[in-house]
C-alpha cells in the first residue's frame, strides 16, 4: 500500500483549511484537560466553531462536483447520476461512522465511557437522531454527521427538481436560495423558545432542519468559482480579511441563548464569514516545506480524527484516567493528542483508504 498521497492532485489551503478545522474541534474537546494550566483557554481569543469550517468546505466540494455534473450535462442532473453521486458519498462516509458507532455502543454499554444509553436506538443507523428534534448523551459528534449526510441527499434532489423547472443557472441558483431560506425561517419561527445555554446547543445548534443553510453557502462559493472564476481569483485576499472580520465580530457578539441573533442569524453570519475564506484558501495550490506534507497528512486524516477524539479518547480519559492537577493535565492532553493522531492514522490507511480505493477501482471508476 502506498502511504503517500499524489500532493499533485491536492489544493494546499484547502488542506490547510480542513486541518485548522479539525485542530479546532480536537482541541475543544480536549480542552478539559488543560484547566489551572499556562494553556486554559488557549488560544486565548475567540475563534469560529471547526464544525462550521468543516460545513462550508464540505459544501464548496460537493457543490463543485455536482456543479461539473449538470454544466456538463446541460444544466440536467439525471436520477442514475444523483445515484452514482450518492454511492460515492456513501462509501466515503458510512464505513467509518458505522464502525465508531459500533465501537461507541460497545464502550458505553460496558461503562469504559459515560454515556446514556437510553439515547441509543435505530435513528442512528438511519441518521434522524437529530433531523427535528434534539440529543443528547450518546455519540454527540454524530449531530453533524447527521446534517451532511441530509444536504447530500437533499442538494441533488432539489437540484433535479428545480433544473427541470429552471434548465439554466436560474434552477441552481433557486435552489442555493430555498435552501438558505427555509432552515433560517425555520430558526425564526422557533426563536420564541425558552431555553438554557445547553438547550439552545442541541436544540438550535444540532438540529437537521436548523443548520442545512451552514453547507449550502460553501455550494455559494463554489458556483461563484464555477461561473465567474475571474472574480472568484481577484477577490482572494480582500475576501479572506473580511471573512476574518465576520468571523471575529460573530465570535464577540454576546451570545445569549435566548437572544433572537443567536437563535437565528448568527448561523448564517459564521457561515459567510467562513464562505470567505474560501477563494484565498484555493489558491494556495503547493507548499515547499515538511510541514506542507504534515498539514495534509492531518486533512487527510481529518474524518477518522473526527469520529475516535470525543468518544474513544477524551471520554476515555475523563472516565478512567481523569485529571488530577494541572501538570497531569497538561501530560494526558500531550497524551490526548498523540493517541488522536495515532489512532486516526491507522484508522485512516487501514480501513478508510482500503474502502475507498474499493470504490474508485472497482465499483465507481467513471
Not at 460496558?110 to 435513528?123: A, C, N
Not at 459528534?141 to 451532511?148: D, R
Not at 441552481?172 to 435552501?179: E, P, S, W, Y
Not at 491507522?346 to 478508510?352: R, V
Request: proline letters at 4%; a positive charge; aromatic letters at 20%.
Amino acid at each position: 500500500m502506498n502511504f503517500l498521497p499524489d500532493y499533485s492532485k491536492r489544493i494546499y489551503g484547502l488542506d490547510i483549511f480542513r486541518a485548522i478545522a479539525i485542530i479546532l474541534v480536537v482541541h475543544g474537546h480536549g480542552a478539559f484537560m488543560l484547566k489551572d494550566t499556562p494553556l486554559e483557554n488557549f488560544p486565548w481569543i475567540r475563534l469560529i466553531d471547526g464544525v462550521d469550517l468543516f460545513f462550508v468546505l464540505s459544501g464548496f466540494l460537493i457543490g463543485g462536483i455536482l456543479l461539473k455534473i449538470i454544466q456538463e450535462n446541460n444544466f440536467v442532473l439525471s436520477w442514475k447520476q444523483v445515484l452514482l453521486f450518492w454511492k460515492r458519498r456513501w462509501f466515503r462516509t458510512l464505513p467509518n461512522y458505522y464502525l465508531i458507532l459500533i465501537i461507541n455502543l460497545v464502550f458505553v454499554s460496558t461503562g469504559i465511557i459515560k454515556g446514556r444509553i437510553d439515547q441509543f436506538s435505530y435513528k442512528f443507523f438511519l441518521f434522524i437522531q437529530n433531523f427535528s428534534d434534539p440529543f443528547y448523551g450518546f455519540f454527540w459528534e454524530s449531530w453533524s454527521l447527521t446534517i451532511e449526510e441530509w444536504f447530500y441527499v437533499l442538494l441533488p434532489v432539489l437540484f433535479v427538481l428545480m433544473l427541470k423547472l429552471f434548465p439554466s443557472k436560474k434552477g441552481i441558483l433557486f435552489t442555493l436560495a430555498l435552501m438558505i431560506i427555509f432552515p433560517l425561517v425555520y430558526r425564526i419561527i422557533n426563536a420564541p423558545q425558552k431555553m438554557n445555554s445547553f438547550w439552545w446547543d442541541v436544540t438550535f445548534r444540532k438540529v437537521v432542519l436548523m443548520r442545512l443553510d451552514t453547507i449550502i453557502y460553501g455550494v455559494l462559493a463554489a458556483y461563484i468559482k464555477f461561473y465567474h472564476k475571474q472574480f472568484f481569483q481577484k477577490i482572494a485576499v480582500s475576501s479572506f480579511f473580511f471573512g476574518i472580520a465576520i468571523i471575529l465580530a460573530t465570535a464577540y457578539y454576546p451570545n445569549q441563548s435566548n437572544d433572537f441573533f443567536t437563535k437565528t442569524f448568527f448561523f448564517n453570519c459564521t457561515s459567510i464569514g467562513a464562505m470567505l475564506l474560501l477563494p484565498y484558501a484555493d489558491s494556495i495550490r503547493s507548499f515547499s516545506s515538511n510541514f506542507g506534507k504534515i498539514i495534509t497528512h492531518i486533512s487527510l486524516i481529518s474524518y477518522s480524527m473526527y469520529l475516535v477524539n470525543l468518544g474513544l479518547v477524551a471520554s476515555v480519559i475523563t472516565k478512567q484516567f481523569p485529571v488530577l492537577n494541572p501538570a497531569d493535565g497538561l501530560i494526558k492532553y500531550s497524551c490526548y493528542w498523540i493517541i488522536v493522531l495515532a489512532s486516526s492514522t491507522l484508522l485512516y490507511f487501514f480501513f478508510e483508504k482500503p474502502i475507498l480505493n474499493l470504490r474508485d477501482k472497482k465499483f465507481f471508476s467513471k
